[in-house]
């Protein structure tokens, strides 16, 4: 039997607590981020379940800083140059000006406000312009706001992450090679010649990779093995040469292998995301244990001064000036300039820095600890908590998507298009097709000319609107592909496609639309017979097993399920949704008015 202290049971309580708190987020709608700190310090602090110090030794600091090479890489994997035609402005300018302006507030908030002597604080600052993809990305998946916003706060956490890291690297440089007395001029070049290499070394191995891959140089089974091992190892390289850069070498990796195509780009990026998903929730359940008694005694009064002012005065000042001159809505420099949390880089670096210049004997050195801790448990909790409210109240917050993205232009979709407009759902017709979609622009419905799974037209098309997606082509092969690769974006449940004919033998490919899987070929011939779709409510008096009966008389089909809280389920031969009273049935029917339990049930709503 395993000892509670095996270190094999801590590893194993990590990730279950880890995802567990994602899961509980994902359930509750509650931020990912501050659940996990919290498991974090109760499995740590309170409880005692977790002492990453006693449990990983030497290990931890090497774990969590490939960890965080990981989880940047994956970041870099998402920037698209693309998605700067809108935002690329607004980040140049919160590279180019944000970060100074940040830099010079933080240290004079972090000198006057937390007390700390004037080299630490310029440290601190520098380290106080990062905000981080660990904690932005899990934020950013829970708002459904403008995509420029998201765009915007993506590059710039994941950009500002290793600026500021190497901010403090320079200061730290500065501080034991005698402050005053120490040769300004060399350490600059030293971190500007690092940082160059860095970006050269992470460009030149993001292009080889994507030559390699296409040309069958690496089977496809071992593509996620050799990028994972690679970026370890480029990552561990520059570090060699000047810590913090291999970050910087990591990040620059994964923006090139983001925008040169491979054959395996979408496998390899649902790799990294998976991963990914692992190391932010481990390493934030091991950061937020190391916090102890001892750190948190040492917390002084003072720094909820200093806290105050990074909230409500730096981070406000450094994005209106940084984005005074663009073209950026006010309110959308408002939210930007409020959405700041601080993660595992900011408390990894801190951290670090502090053991060393303890080493050298620097006062105030033990302050920067409980500082950095106290940062990120107040800027997550008070981002995390406000960022979905003060969305809505800007006017910035799109609600959670309610609409219907329906995939191939023909009669039977633009009749149910019709019908889900009528509802107040939003709804879309994609096809490449420009003929096929002119009878849905005539009938004054959305539509989307292009291939839905073209890559090209991610930044156009936002899937988030979209809480459904049925694939309805008469290319039965096509919509199983379409279904099988945007169901790990949509979800599973949220994907559903239509048999072309009842010939095709494809029902155990996903899910089938309907219980009976009637193809669209079919449900083109009953819309020429007369059929229509109506909508039934179900309540205490009339319930399900009386509209199944009567669908069941009818020979009718169910097709979805509407709810109070506005969430839409299909029904699907592999699937039949759970139906409450208050819940409201869409059904596509026969014109025998028996067959109408719509209106038989209630009159007024039927259509």
Known sequence: MFAIDSLLVKIALIGVIGIGAQWIAWRTGKPAIALMLVAGIIAGPVLGLIDPERDFGALREPIIKLAVAVILFEGGLSLKFRELRHAGVAVFMLVFIGVPVGWVLGTAAAYYGAGLPFELAALFGGVMVVTGPTVIMPLLRTLNITPRVKHILKWEAIVNDPIGALLAVGIYAYIIHGGAQANTGSIVIDVVAASMLAVLVGGATGFALTWAFPRGWVPEYLKA???????????????????????????VMGVVMANRETDSSRTLMRFKEDLTVLLVSGVFIILSATLDWEVVQNFQFRFFFFLLLLLFV????????????????????????????????????????????????????????????????????????????????????????????????????????????????DVLIADESKFALRRARRADLPVYQGDILDEAHDDELDMGQYQQLIAATDNDSYNALVCSELAPEIGHARVSRMLATAQTGTKRRGRVLTLSGTPIEEQLDRLQAGWSFGRTRITEKFTYAEFVARMKASGGDSLAVARANGELAVFSMQHRPPVEPGDTIWTFVPPDPVARPAKAAEPAEGV
């Open 314 to 425: 730096v981070r406000p000042l450094t994005i209106m000036t940084a984005l005074l001159f663009t073209r950026i809505p006010f309110r959308e420099r408002l939210f930007i300039a409020w959405i700041a949390p601080r993660g595992i880089v900011a408390v990894a670096v801190t951290g670090l820095f502090a053991l060393r210049l303890s080493d050298y004997d620097v006062p105030g050195a033990e302050a920067l600890v409980p500082l950095g801790f106290g940062v990120v448990i107040a800027t997550i909790f008070a981002h995390g908590f406000t960022a979905a409210r003060f969305a809505r109240w800007l006017g910035l917050d799109r609600g959670k998507g309610n609409g219907v993205l329906l995939v191939g232009a023909n009669s039977w979709t633009i009749a149910f298009a019709e019908f889900v407009k009528e509802q107040g759902s």
């Open 225 to 251: 093995p050799v990028l994972l091992a690679t970026v370890i190892a480029v990552f561990v390289l520059s570090d060699v040469i000047m810590h913090e850069t291999g970050l910087i070498t990591v990040t």
